[in-house]
């Protein structure tokens, strides 16, 4: 059965954030799975494990994880009828460090997606730290959903694809329109072109683009949104407090040590102080198949 991963550290937004995975589990009908994965303190490795057979870092992940479900089935519970999806809630404590458990995690749970909060309006939190962030978005082989602090779930009308109009790109479409149908969602392609770029050759990069939709593709409600601009990353912020937007798609592209030391990705920047919920999808290769919503 397909999955929701969601990450937590037990913060306020985490909270708010296990909600939001609830409520978008009940729409795609999907299973969630509870997980936090801790890092042992020095002083509990110490311990003599044959007289404490349970390091207290482990228990608390543990108890921690089981109030949290517990609360969110309560919440199920509340609900009139049968007539929503009420998903099985499964928990999962880890100890490591998180990029190193994601893949392994995902394979064994059908996982289609993590999500994730950010701590305050304007910090993330520690276990969900800038470290941890890139350590998720860079190694997870599956989308990552990233929720602004304290916000709460609801439906997608709009969804705007951040593209570069490549190949590869229409996998991360064929994916989205998955997701869309749930919500009967309108997608908005947006492709952020430079002001000084030329309209012909743009003008052939997109045909040659919407060329491959129908054969690959069978979603009507895709329209284009093209914006001539400079900076990516001022465009998209400007498209998140300016629009009706719901979810804003974005394809993480992998970079070069050198690039990561001196230059921060436009993902990066959107994440740091998101307006709308991301949806950041591995780049993938032109052949390769994308979550299945």
Not at 200 to 213: A, D, G, Y
Not at 217 to 222: F, G, S, T, V
């Amino acid at each position: 059965m397909k999955t929701i991963l969601v990450l937590t550290d037990f913060s306020i937004n985490a909270d708010y954030v296990a909600h939001y995975a609830l409520k978008l589990a009940q729409k795609i009908e999907a299973n969630l799975l509870l997980c936090n994965i801790y890092e042992v303190p020095a002083d509990e490795k110490n311990i003599d494990h044959k007289a404490w057979p349970m390091p207290a870092s482990e228990q608390n992940s543990i108890n921690d994880l089981s109030e949290l479900a517990m609360r969110l089935k309560s919440e199920l519970d509340k609900e009139e009828g049968d007539t929503k999806f009420k998903p099985d809630i499964e928990q999962c404590s880890e100890e490591g460090l998180v990029g190193n458990k994601l893949n392994a995690l995902a394979a064994n749970h059908e996982v289609l997606l993590a999500v994730i909060s950010i701590h305050s309006a304007n910090n993330l939190t520690n276990f969900l730290g800038t470290n941890h962030t890139w350590n998720i978005i860079e190694n997870a082989a599956f989308p990552v959903m990233v929720i602004p602090y304290q916000v709460r779930f609801k439906d997608y009308k709009l969804i705007a694809f951040a593209s570069a109009v490549n190949y590869s790109d229409i996998n991360v479409l064929e994916s989205l329109s998955g997701l869309a149908k749930y919500s009967d969602s309108e997608i908005m392609l947006t492709h952020i072109s430079d002001e000084r770029s030329n309209d012909r050759i743009e003008e052939s990069m997109l045909k040659q683009f919407f060329n491959q939709i129908p054969s690959k593709i069978n979603y009507p409600k895709i329209i284009y949104h093209n914006i001539k601009s400079d900076n990516v990353t001022v465009s998209l912020k400007w498209l998140t407090a300016h629009t009706d937007i719901d979810l804003l798609v974005l394809v993480h592209q992998k970079r070069s040590l050198f690039q990561k030391v001196f230059n921060r990705s436009v993902t990066q920047k959107l994440t740091e102080h998101p307006g709308k919920p991301l949806l950041i999808f591995p780049c993938s290769a032109v052949d390769e198949t994308l979550t299945v919503f």
